[in-house]
């Protein structure tokens, strides 16, 4: 079992920059691979990218793709999402998960889930 909480969340301006954090409970943290997902209002949870257990190998949806960066520490269980370059689109709740086998970018691929942390970004 392992817990998640998401942090870092707020408001930004369009071009500005965010980095969320999930700090996630238990020793075995090393040991799963994590995704990061969002959910923008009214539209379905969508991959936004992940990370393997090492850190070593990392995949991002096309939409994120050169704006965004994924980081771990696992000495501190955090993961880490770098989100520059905001864009309006980018508004969403951002959800941090663990997947206990190969990293993927299906909701199913993702045992434990964080509760979110909520991502605005103004024109």
């Known amino acids: 079992q392992v817990q998640l909480v998401e942090s870092g969340g707020g408001l930004a301006q369009a071009g500005g920059s965010l980095r969320l954090s999930c700090a996630a409970s238990g020793r ?10 969002r959910q923008a209002p009214g539209k379905e949870r969508e991959f936004v990218g992940d ?5 070593a190998g990392t995949t991002y949806a096309d939409s994120v793709k050169g704006r965004f960066t994924i980081s771990r520490d696992n000495a501190k269980y955090t993961v880490f999402l770098r989100m520059n370059s905001l864009k309006p689109e980018d508004t969403a709740v951002y959800y941090c998960a663990a997947s206990v086998g190969a990293s993927g970018s299906s909701l199913g691929d993702y045992r434990y889930w964080g509760q979110g942390t909520r991502v605005t970004v103004s024109s």
């Open 51 to 55: 990370i393997t257990w090492s850190g």
């Open 28 to 37: 075995t943290f090393s040991s799963y691979a994590m995704g990061w997902f």
